[in-house]
């Protein structure tokens, strides 16, 4: 199985001030048909995952722009420009390029 | 938007099955894949496996011997049987739908299962 490794697991920030999490992969998460299927959902507290990145780097419909995903082969990045008070919650990156399906352990942001 | 929703038995006895179904608005089309994932308390997320449109499943290796998935496009629901449930099993279970080449787009609210006599 692919073992997705997150760090930090967990990361203060100040309001207004930008955060970044990396997911290293066990394997290249590249796929036969050249496509990287690594997506980064937010889980707020007691509510379902939401998704914000899909294929590597392309938010999801009414996600803002202050989100922004990257990275290649095994090693990957998601940013957020300007930590908002909303954006409190886990992270996750998940990948889908090779059955089964994994997660990363989840990383949490909380404000300062 | 699409919207999923959980429903089935919150309490299952150990060594008994536990039953789930997923109803999904929309059609079900070659593009979809319908998952379940769960969670357990204060933990991450675990894929359990999908069933494909055409009625193809796939399930994770870790729990395949015990699961099964069915679909039912007519009521545009999918279901989750999982036998010999244990403690190890409690979680809030989701379903969600993939969409081929792309990802798991959307989730349900997810329903807790706890294990206990």
């Known amino acids: 199985d692919v073992v997705l490794t997150q760090t930090p697991l967990s990361s203060p920030v100040t309001l207004g001030q930008p955060a970044s999490i990396s997911c290293r992969s066990s394997q290249s998460l590249l796929h036969s048909d050249g496509n990287t299927y690594l997506s980064w959902l937010q889980q707020r507290p007691g509510q379902p995952p939401r998704l914000l990145i899909y294929?590597?780097?392309h938010r999801f419909s009414g996600v803002p722009d202050r989100f922004s995903g990257s990275g290649a082969g095994t090693d990957f990045t998601l940013s957020i420009s300007r930590v908002e008070a909303e954006d409190v919650g886990i992270y996750y990156c998940?990948?889908?390029?090779?059955?089964?399906?994994?997660f990363g352990q989840g990383t949490k942001l909380e404000i300062k | 938007q699409v919207h999923l929703q959980e429903s089935g038995s919150g309490l299952v006895k150990p060594s008994e099955t536990l039953s789930l179904i997923c109803t999904f608005s929309g059609d079900s089309i070659d593009t979809y894949y319908w998952n379940w994932v769960r969670q357990p308390p204060g933990k991450g997320l675990e894929w359990i496996g999908y069933i494909h449109n055409s009625g193809r499943t796939n399930y994770n290796p870790s729990l395949k011997s015990r699961v099964t998935m069915s679909l039912d496009t007519s009521k545009n629901q999918f279901s989750l049987k999982m036998s010999s449930m244990t403690a190890a099993d409690t979680a809030v279970y989701y379903c969600?739908?993939?969409?081929?080449?792309?990802?798991?787009?959307?989730w349900g609210r997810g329903t807790m299962v706890t294990v206990s006599s």
């Open positions: 969600a739908r993939l969409i081929y080449a792309v990802s798991i787009d959307f």
């Open positions: 998940t990948q889908a390029s090779q059955l089964p399906y994994t």
């Open positions: 294929k590597l780097s």
